[in-house]
C-alpha cells in the first residue's frame, strides 16, 4: 500500500546553514509517527516544508502517492494542518469558523455542515459549536483546530507540537485524542520534543541537527530503558545514525 507520506532525501539550506540533511523517512496508512527532535532540530523546517511553506530542490516528498513538487494541489489536498501557533478567530463562534475554512476547500451548503458535524463529533465539540472561540479554554480550543483540519477529509494530519501552552490534563486529552484518530484510518506525523506524548506502539522518528538518527517503534527503540533516555542518549552523542527502520 502507499505510504502516507514518504520523504527521500530531502535536504534544505538557510544560506550556508544546512537545516536538513538528506532528511528520508515513510508513514504507512493508519499510523501515528512522533517527530522527535530537540529546539533546533529541523522539525520546523521539515513542516514548513511539507505544508509547502518552503520548497526545496533537494530530495522527494510524497504525500499518498503524489510529489509534493510536481503535485502540489493534490498533494497538500490529503494534508490536514494544525499550526504550533493558533490559527483562530476569536470573535466567531466554532461552527463560523468552522464554515469559513470548509469554504476556503469549496466546500458548502449541505455538504459542509455534514462534514464539520462529523469533524466536530470525531472530536467531541459538536456541542460548543455555538459557542464564540474566545469563551473555550486552551484544551478545547486545540481541539476546535484539529476539527477544522478534518473538515475536507484529509488522509493525513500533521500537528506541530499541538499542545504547547497547554496544562498536564488538557495535553494529555489532546494526545489521546489524536491517537484515536488513527483508529479511524487516519495517519499522523506529531511533531514534538515530549516523549511523553508517545505511546510504546507509536512509530518515532529521532531528527537532531537536521539529520535522522532513528526511525523505529518507541518500544524498541526505549529498548530495556525509557524512550526518554534513550532520547537524552542519541542527541546528547555524535549525530550517527544508529539504523532506520519500517
Not at 25 to 51: D, V, W
Not at 72 to 79: N, S
Not at 130 to 135: F, I, L, P, Y
Not at 222 to 229: D, M, S, V, W
Request: proline share 4%; with cysteine.
Amino acid at each position: 500500500m502507499t505510504p502516507a507520506l514518504s520523504l527521500d532525501e530531502v535536504s534544505f539550506n538557510y544560506g550556508p546553514k544546512k537545516a536538513l540533511d538528506r532528511v528520508s523517512f515513510s508513514l504507512p496508512r493508519g499510523r501515528f509517527c512522533a517527530l522527535l527532535g530537540p529546539n533546533g532540530a529541523g522539525k520546523s523546517t521539515l513542516f514548513s516544508l511539507l505544508t509547502r511553506l518552503l520548497v526545496t530542490h533537494e530530495g522527494k516528498i510524497r504525500v499518498v502517492g503524489h510529489d509534493m513538487a510536481r503535485e502540489p494541489r493534490a498533494a497538500l489536498a490529503k494534508i490536514g494542518v494544525v499550526f504550533q501557533q493558533p490559527t483562530l478567530d476569536l470573535d466567531m463562534t466554532v461552527a463560523r469558523n468552522m464554515t469559513y475554512f470548509a469554504a476556503l476547500h469549496g466546500i458548502s451548503g449541505r455538504s459542509a455542515q455534514a462534514a464539520i458535524d462529523a469533524a466536530l463529533d470525531r472530536l467531541e465539540m459538536r456541542e460548543r459549536a455555538g459557542e464564540k472561540v474566545r469563551s473555550l479554554n486552551g484544551g478545547h480550543r486545540r481541539r476546535m483546530e484539529i476539527a477544522r483540519a478534518l473538515v475536507h477529509g484529509p488522509e493525513l494530519l500533521l500537528l506541530d507540537e499541538p499542545t504547547v501552552g497547554l496544562d498536564t490534563a488538557s495535553r494529555l486529552a489532546i494526545t489521546e485524542h489524536v491517537h484515536g484518530l488513527t483508529g479511524q484510518g487516519l495517519s499522523v506525523l506529531w511533531c514534538t520534543h515530549l516523549v511523553d506524548e508517545i505511546a510504546p506502539a507509536d512509530d518515532v522518528v529521532v531528527l537532531h541537527k537536521g539529520r535522522v538518527l532513528a526511525h523505529e517503534r518507541a518500544s524498541v527503540l526505549a529498548g530495556g530503558g525509557t524512550l526518554q533516555a534513550a532520547f537524552m542518549g542519541m542527541t546528547a552523542a555524535p549525530e550517527t545514525p544508529v539504523g532506520q527502520g519500517a
